[in-house]
């Protein structure tokens, strides 16, 4: 896969865009953006404005953004769109934070639109925590390694590159089977999400939020202390269910709340949950979280599909 990227395919001119709360594009070429991104909405502070567009408003949108990221470029490689939730076969097949878009055939309707406006280009949809993925191993220089990442953000992503076929919801691998543990925002009981995430962590203190949950328990407060060991402990479990699976190597954390990691402390319960000697060269690294990262992300992914 990897040859093909650095032979003919390394120049093709792709265009990456992102859709969360903001719609982010730009063009990419050899794995950089010589011309920068642009956004939708550009104002900081408007990002309500997609959660209330229907279906058929977000692709007219996402289309603004490709050809504005394209400008005078019409022979278009590919077009690679990076959302969240679950896509299966250029369908959003799930989409918690856009649910106006769950069984959207996003590939069709944005292809037809571009086509209506002068580009002619296969487009790709991938999940964003894969292109995360992807994007890392572009500007990491290992687009020929497993890489994995989790984001602790308001919810727990898990992405890994090289794409592969299947479901990866590894935000929601159960890491305990305690019956009580049921704050994860999909309902589930026992998962990551709902230890980790930063919404089921004001569930669960909600006299205090996670900043000062971290905070107190460096002061030594027992309940504090012992929530966050769990914390650690999850990402541990949760980690560790993936290197048996998959075996080791490379693990990235980002998303806003790598603030809170404490990494000899999540190393120690690794190495108590990982005991096979082949299993334990993995290495666990926290990296940025960024708008261009993703973007070249859905690019990569959007070469491999279409041009790999
Ligand atoms: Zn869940």
Request: proline share 4%; charged share 20%.
């Amino acid at each position: 896969m990897s040859a093909s990227l650095s032979n003919g395919a390394a120049m093709a001119k792709i265009v990456g865009v992102t859709l969360s709360e903001r719609v982010v594009a730009g063009l990419v070429v050899d794995h950089k953006l010589p011309e920068g991104l642009s956004s939708f909405p550009e104002e900081a502070g408007d990002e309500y404005a997609l959660v209330e567009m229907p279906a058929e408003g977000i692709v007219e949108v996402l289309c603004q953004q490709v050809l504005a990221a394209a400008g005078a470029v019409r022979d278009l490689a590919a077009v690679g769109v990076g959302v969240p939730g679950l896509v299966r076969n250029g369908v959003i097949e799930e989409a918690p934070n856009l649910p106006q878009m769950k069984g959207a055939r996003l590939t069709e309707m944005l292809a037809a639109q571009l086509r209506s406006n002068g580009i002619n280009a296969p487009v790709s949809i991938v999940n964003d925590a894969d292109a995360f993925a992807a994007g890392i191993a572009a500007l990491h220089g290992k687009l020929d390694t497993v890489i994995r990442v989790w984001t602790l953000g308001v919810g727990i992503g898990y992405g890994r590159y090289p794409l592969t076929a299947g479901v990866w919801e590894g935000g929601h691998t159960v890491v305990t089977l305690d019956d009580k543990e049921n704050y994860c925002g999909c309902g589930g009981r026992g998962h990551l999400e709902g230890i980790m995430g930063h919404r089921s962590m004001r569930l669960r203190f909600l006299d205090m939020e996670p900043e000062e949950v971290f905070e107190a328990a460096k002061t030594g407060d027992t309940r504090c202390l012992d929530f966050k060991k769990l914390w650690h402990k999850a990402l541990a479990a949760a980690t560790a269910t993936s290197i048996h699976l998959r075996g080791p190597g490379k693990f990235f954390l980002a998303g806003f709340n790598v603030r809170f990691v404490d990494m000899p402390m999540l190393k120690d319960y690794l190495q108590q949950m990982v005991k096979m000697s082949p299993l334990q060269s993995y290495s666990i690294e926290i990296v940025q979280d960024d708008q261009e990262t993703r973007v070249i992300g859905t690019a990569v992914s959007a070469e491999q599909e279409v041009c790999g």
